[in-house]
């Protein structure tokens, strides 16, 4: 019998640890679903947001203000990554997800509560880009943190157990868009402009208390305590590690761009196709449930072939379609259309970002893993993905090009499938 004991606790000890995987999976997932949300929330309301808190004489000198904004906010992320990232990687995981979250809840706090541009005048443009910054902030340390939680709380099939921080933001768009269609639908202009932008902002203040909740009754990861923390994580990272710190870059970019172009997309075809409000956000459901739904069952494959080669195959997918996707919707502006394409871009999207968290754990060791991720994360969405709507505004206002979104994810996704192949071969990711 005392032979036998180790071998009869040897199953539960496999099953508890699953058990605190799939709890990490929840505390991770509430936290970063909020983030999204409101990144998503607020692009996707840019329109109602444009005229109530940055009014001109002109629409889309308004529009490009509002945008400016939330890319100014992107700045911000790599000073988040760098402080949230160094902080999580030297008190913890757990300690950075808490922080993370209550400065997110600050900034869509103040988001719900502002007042407009006809009660304070400029003011109401200082209040949001505050708020939009402190988001920034945030975010800049809750992709790399969670993903760090998620990857060291796996016993087993790491990307799976990665998969869900992008499902989960999957389903951040998909309630936006949910949000989008049924106040475009429901209110009047005038509702809509008064008060009715603003309740998906007080949705999300009641999902921060829960999600901080969680994160502190969460133990920190096994892997985090039975590793000695590094001294100088963020020299580590910019100087012994700086070829796979710009290695992620370019990986990360083609992410960071397709999930800004699906957020643009509602302000696109009621801008410039002329499409009924409401229609327009059928573009955020179709890619959001597609991310939301595939996620995992991607994640699952990439436990079995490699996260690297799945990413490889999505990328150059994404180089084949842009270019024919947007001529055939600016050609057919129709519902029906937009629904479609935004079938082929979840579907690609989905494909290269659900394995995205286990290569990038993979490719920093874990003494730096959250500043490194941090950093590399969110130096691609400031650069790429931050300014992409004000980017993509500017040139088809400046060329005068329906096709523009396309030429811009045309130029991201080869910088990506360069970048991928350099992970593959030189970091031995195959």
Not at 66 to 81: K, Q
Not at 151 to 169: C, D, H, L, M, N
Not at 228 to 257: D, H, M, Y
């Amino acid at each position: 019998m005392i032979d036998q004991a180790p071998t009869l606790q040897a199953h539960p000890s496999l099953e508890q640890k699953r058990k605190d995987a799939r709890k990490a999976v929840v505390a991770a997932s509430i936290g970063n679903g909020l983030e999204w949300f409101d990144l998503i929330v607020y692009g996707s309301f840019a329109v109602t947001i444009s005229k109530l808190f940055f009014p001109t004489t002109n629409e889309n000198s308004s529009l490009l203000l509002a945008f400016a904004s939330f890319g100014v906010s992107f700045l911000m992320r790599p000073l988040g990554a760098v402080i949230i990232g160094r902080y999580s990687d030297q008190a913890g995981r757990k300690a950075g997800l808490t922080l993370s979250i209550v400065l997110m809840f600050l900034g869509t706090l103040m988001i719900a509560v502002a007042p407009t541009a006809q009660s304070i005048g400029a003011s109401a443009a200082i209040i949001i880009l505050v708020a939009r910054l402190m988001q920034g902030f945030s975010a800049g340390g809750e992709f790399a943190s969670a993903t760090a939680f998620l990857i060291e709380y796996a016993p087993e099939r790491k990307a799976f157990y990665g998969s869900w921080q992008v499902a989960t933001q999957g389903a951040a768009i998909l309630l936006a868009g949910l949000f989008g269609f049924a106040l475009n639908t429901y209110l009047s202009t005038q509702s809509l402009e008064s008060w009715g932008w603003r309740i998906p902002f007080i949705f999300a203040l009641m999902i921060g208390p829960v999600g901080w909740y969680i994160r502190t009754k969460m133990d920190e990861t096994p892997e985090f305590l039975a590793t000695e923390p590094s001294k100088a994580p963020l020299t580590e990272a910019f100087i012994a590690n700086r070829g796979r710190l710009w290695a992620v870059v370019g990986v990360v970019a083609l992410c960071s761009v397709a999930n800004y172009l699906a957020l643009y997309m509602p302000t696109y075809a009621i801008v410039n196709l002329k499409m009924d409000g409401a229609a327009a956000f059928v573009a955020t459901l179709v890619y959001g449930g597609m991310m939301f739904a595939g996620a995992p069952f991607v994640g699952a494959l990439a436990d079995k072939f490699g996260p690297a080669r799945i990413m490889t195959y999505a990328a150059i997918g994404s180089l084949i379609a842009a270019l024919p996707m947007f001529m055939l919707l600016v050609a057919y502006p129709s519902v029906l259309m937009l629904a479609g394409i935004e079938v082929v871009f979840g579907l690609l999207a989905t494909a290269y970002f659900a394995p995205l968290p286990a290569l990038l754990a993979s490719i920093f060791p874990p003494q730096i893993r959250t500043t490194g991720m941090s950093l590399g994360y969110n130096i691609a969405m400031t650069i790429f993905g931050g300014f992409a709507p004000f980017i993509l505004t500017w040139l088809i206002t400046t060329t005068g090009s329906l096709l523009a979104p396309s030429f811009y994810m045309l130029a991201i996704a080869s910088l990506s499938v360069a970048s991928i192949l350099v992970v593959r071969r030189k970091y031995k990711q195959d």
